[in-house]
């Protein structure tokens, strides 16, 4: 049974007179656990309020499916008081981390105290708030490394293809320039004469035009290697249909080749084919080149995109380009929208630049986004809506999903409240957003929804000074 000396080690129960601590003891029921044995699981339903009198409870949160220790209650100390009075499940699991003694009071009887003594309930309350504010913090740096480990891993996604081919590029090219320069040097013992030469030159600079500005639509293009296969095959070339591709890409018609190799048709030497490797050869070098430069400008995009949303080596606050904010945020989260997600942009193009908080406003987005992605489970209409009217900029982000449910419209801004499974929602994600949008940029945040069709509007002003 527990007894009032362990009781008032406990500041708020110092508060309670002898009748009520004696009217404790008695309700107070034993708990005994031992070291690794589980108190309460995230998600339980709460009715009790703990009394630990000996040994230490670990505290753990799951996020994306890994338990994540958050704290420690350890003797003498009380608990369970949070879910008690906000009517919610257990948001945490208590687990012993040593042999420990508790009591546990029942809900109603923990309740009857608060109203039956005013200073027991104040510091209660004072005691509850700086857990809350504990837990808050914590879970929002959670949600900060799980939003950027998500936004990490779609841009390593997105980096893999572009690098792969880089590389792969720069690892085919050595060997192209040499066998180029061997067939120079075979070509230039012959002593051609230069008008000859030129022809070739001209031949391939023209090609390379083709290549590096898309001069040949696919239709034209695969038309164009038929007709060309056709050719080689009947020139006797070996394997020509790893020629045929990169001539058609560069443009050469079956008269050019007729005109250009007529003299060499009866060379016994490999001058024979020559000229049709050497054109094949620098098209696709050139090719390479053209991929590779392409792969590094997306490298580079990317990395200038996530630079932007962080808004890395600038003041805290800045004049702030919306639109390239929103884009920003959308090529790192490209790798879930090209799934099966339509994107459609509605931006006014006089927008002018706000004052904000940059890499604030980046969180708005990702985590209006996010949700809007997984309320359309990866298939379906974002639209992204922007527009000013007098001192205010208007953000509209609206998704095809399912929509919100009535019952639970007026709680989505509450802390801690989600929908989601145990582990995979903290639910900071919208009350981020409100407190960035309304406390620190003065502006407001509402949302209208139906099953196919949810609104989240972010209005900011354009200059308002800001709050902290």
């Known amino acids: 049974m527990l007894c009032i000396e362990e009781l008032i080690n406990l500041d708020p129960f110092q508060q309670l007179s002898q009748e009520q601590l004696e009217w404790v003891c008695d309700r107070a029921q034993t708990v005994e656990l031992s070291g690794g044995e589980v108190l309460s699981h995230e998600g339980d339903p709460a009715c009790r309020l703990f009394i630990l009198v000996k040994g230490k409870i670990n505290i753990t949160r799951r996020s994306e499916g890994v338990e994540i220790p958050i704290g420690q209650h350890e003797a003498p100390s009380f608990f369970g008081e949070i879910p008690v009075l906000t009517d919610e499940p257990a948001p945490v699991t208590m687990r012993a981390f040593t042999n420990c003694h508790l009591y546990q009071l029942k809900g109603e009887d923990f309740r009857k105290l608060l109203y039956e003594c005013r200073n027991f309930e104040r510091m209660v309350f004072r005691i509850m708030e700086r857990r809350m504010r504990g837990l ?7 949600e900060k490394m799980a939003a950027l480990g998500t936004l990490s891993a779609g841009l390593a996604h997105e980096l893999n293809n572009p690098a792969s081919a880089l590389v792969r ?9 040499l066998e180029l320069q061997r067939m120079n040097l075979v070509y230039g013992q012959r002593n051609v004469e230069e008008a000859h030469t030129q022809d070739w030159l001209r031949i391939r600079d023209q090609g390379y035009d083709a290549i590096l500005n ?5 239709v034209t293009l695969s038309d164009r290697e038929n007709v060309l296969l056709e050719w080689l095959e009947d020139y006797g070339v070996k394997q020509a249909w790893k020629l045929a591709e990169p001539l058609a890409e560069g443009g050469v018609e079956v008269e050019t080749l007729d005109k250009m190799m007529e003299r060499w048709r009866n060379d016994e030497t490999e001058l024979r084919e020559m000229g049709l490797h050497w054109l094949s050869l620098s098209f696709e070098v050139m090719s390479m080149i053209k991929h590779g430069l392409r792969g590094a400008e997306r490298i580079s995009e990317l990395v200038q995109a996530m630079k932007s949303y962080s808004y890395l080596d600038q ?3 800045q004049e702030v380009d919306v639109h390239q904010g929103l884009e920003d945020t959308l090529r790192l989260f490209v790798h879930k929208l090209k799934c099966g997600i339509q994107v459609q942009r509605n931006y006014d193009q006089h927008l002018p630049k706000i004052l ?3 890499s604030e406003l980046n969180q708005v987005w990702t985590n209006l986004i996010d949700n809007a992605i997984d309320a359309m489970d990866g298939k379906g209409l974002l639209e992204i809506t922007t527009y000013h009217c007098d001192r205010f900029a208007h953000i509209e982000i609206i998704d095809s999903g399912s929509g919100i449910s009535p019952e639970i419209t007026t709680r989505i801004f509450e802390p801690f409240f989600t ?3 145990v582990g995979r929602g903290s639910g900071l994600g919208l009350e981020t957003v409100r407190r960035i949008v309304e406390n620190r940029h003065h502006g407001t945040l509402s ?6 069709r949810t609104c989240f509007t972010i209005c900011l002003p354009k200059s308002a000074p800001l709050g902290n």
């Open 136 to 142: 808050e913090s914590f879970i929002r740096g959670r």
């Open 169 to 177: 590029t720069l690892g085919e090219m050595p060997a192209a320039i």
């Open 214 to 218: 898309n001069r040949l639509d696919p």
């Open 315 to 317: 003041g805290v606050q």
């Open 356 to 358: 904000a908080y940059g």
């Open 419 to 421: 929908t989601k499974s």
């Open 447 to 452: 949302f209208k929804s139906q099953p196919g």
